[in-house]
């Protein structure tokens, strides 16, 4: 077991630090920097029906549908295609309007979730072309879908995913891009520099993955709370849902995530001296926007854990925790974000005495609906 586990006391953890090597098994082939190429040998076959898609439908559950709300952002950024992002389990039975020429990508960690299986069997039906996101090799999604790419994660055996995700999300900007760049909504300047600037990803990740410690002298602090709020908006918003359902699974604290700016229409009404926020407050295109949103939680005496880039000046003087984490493009930045709260949600439920590994009512694929 403790082999199994790498030394690491959890699977979760173990899972947690292998992210700087997942991403990269995730980018390997796909990104060649030397020759400024993308490559992803799952789409070539279907080019035409991604560059003429008129709309792109995402079917996830879970943490595989805050993957794909990152590629709502991506896609309609880097490619200039409408998304939409479902619920597998409600666009199954809600009569939904495909048609031919309709992408459907599904996204799954095990490729066997029963509620996402049955929406490519519905969206088949109707005539779209279904790309899938898998992990696992041979599952019946990966089975079930036109064509497709795999996450190359490596076996993920924590219920609650981390690597998983972080892997789904290289993957949907890759595919982000390259979309991008064959619908020639993305400039060369730009395309490059993001390029260059993935390629730092795992190295980024590693460095976040050094507030550990730090993270864990946190989690000691507010272990007994019985509510958290999470905040974030843009890319960092589907984080904030990841970071509180990562913390509902393993510590059993109930915890919501929030786009920052609807905290006004109701869980505003919620804070008081005992509720932990956390906020995740990079350097992008909102980041005066949620500094004000910080502001506002401050006025109520809200308890404040920043995550924001690294030499912010304004948010350390507000919030009472800082964590600051590598600076890196607003696109990418979900992929560096999460690790903190990866990492929060870990050493709470740890502290808390919580079965990490294998939470209670929780399963790791869901194949019943
Ligand atoms: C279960 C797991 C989650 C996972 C979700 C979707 O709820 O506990 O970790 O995100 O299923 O699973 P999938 O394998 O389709 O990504």
Redesign the pocket.
Known sequence: DSIEKGGYPHFMLKEIFEQPRSILDSMRGRLELEASHLNMGGIRAYEQKFVNAQRIIIV???????AGLVAEYLIEDLARIPVEVEY?SEFRYRNPIITERDIVIA???????AD?LAAIELAKSKGATIFGI???VGSS?ARATDAGAYTHAGP?IG???TK??TA?VTVLTLLAMIMGQKRGTLTDTKLRELMVELDTIPAKVTKALELDTEIRAIAEIFKDASNFLYLGRGYNFPVALEGA?KLK?ISYIHAEGYPAAEMKHGPIALIDENMPMVVIATRDSSYEKVVSNIQEVKARKGRIIAVVSEGDKVIPAMAEFVIEVPHTSEVLMPLVSVIPLQLLSYHIAVLRGCNVDQPRN?????TVE
Request: net charge negative; charged share 10%.
């Open positions: 996830a559950c879970g943490t595989s549908w805050h597998a996204i799954s960690q095990s490729g066997e979730t996402t898998c992990n696992v999604i993920e219920v609650a995913s998983a995700f789904q359902l699974e929780l399963a790791k694929s869901v």
